[in-house]
């Protein structure tokens, strides 16, 4: 009995490590080009905007991360750290934008209540957000993606916890430059 149990657990065991290629991940590589976008968003500085496409941000590092929902416990946290280190972020020449399936209003709201400081963009379709490999309808997956100021993605998170994520790209960022 104990010999079957063994070869159970082994058996086991190499099945699942010997298809790895049943794990996708669609996500842009580290030197691909960085896929562009054109959606709609929210920035609380900048009103009158209602449009962002990735060309916006030529010739700056772009923190780009993708957020399940606007007023959940964890997007609420990945929001704050990243406003609360915008500063930092600024003094290395890098926007930091929030990607979701919500709508501008939602975001403007979110913004205004949870004191977000940068661009959110609508993404309700998750057309761009599967291009980055983070959509799992009907919402994003939480990715982050550091964009060179030339276009190409430098960095990436897959499947992030929120806690202390922002703080973890900043030190990315800051050996990068």
Same mark, same amino acid.
């Given at each position: 009995?104990?010999?079957? $149990?063994?070869n159970i ?20 590589? $580290? ?42 416990? #964890? ?5 704050? #750290?990243? @406003? ?21 209003d939602s975001?403007?709201?979110?913004? @205004? ?26 919402? @994003? ?8 100021p030339e ?17 973890? $790209? ?8």
């Open positions: 009995m104990k010999n079957l $149990v063994i657990f082994i058996s086991f065991f190499l099945l699942i490590n010997c298809f790895p290629a049943l794990a996708f991940d669609f996500a842009p590589e $580290v030197g691909d080009i960085a896929p562009n976008f054109y959606l709609k968003g929210f920035n609380k500085k900048l009103k009158t905007k209602t449009n962002w496409e990735l060309n916006d941000f030529k010739g700056k590092w772009l923190i780009m991360y993708f957020y399940p929902k606007d007023f959940t416990a #964890g997007c609420t946290l990945e929001a704050k #750290g990243f @406003s609360e280190l915008k500063n930092d972020f600024s003094k290395y020449n890098a926007e930091i934008v929030g990607i979701s399936a919500d709508n501008q975001h403007e709201s979110f913004c @205004s209540e949870k004191s977000i400081n940068y661009t959110l963009l609508s993404d309700p379709e998750g057309i761009i957000s599967d291009k980055y490999g983070s959509w799992i309808p009907p919402f @994003s997956d939480r990715n982050t993606f550091l964009i060179s276009g190409k993605i430098a960095y990436r998170w897959i499947s992030v916890l929120p806690l202390n994520h922002a703080k973890e $790209v900043l030190n990315v960022l800051m050996k990068k430059i």
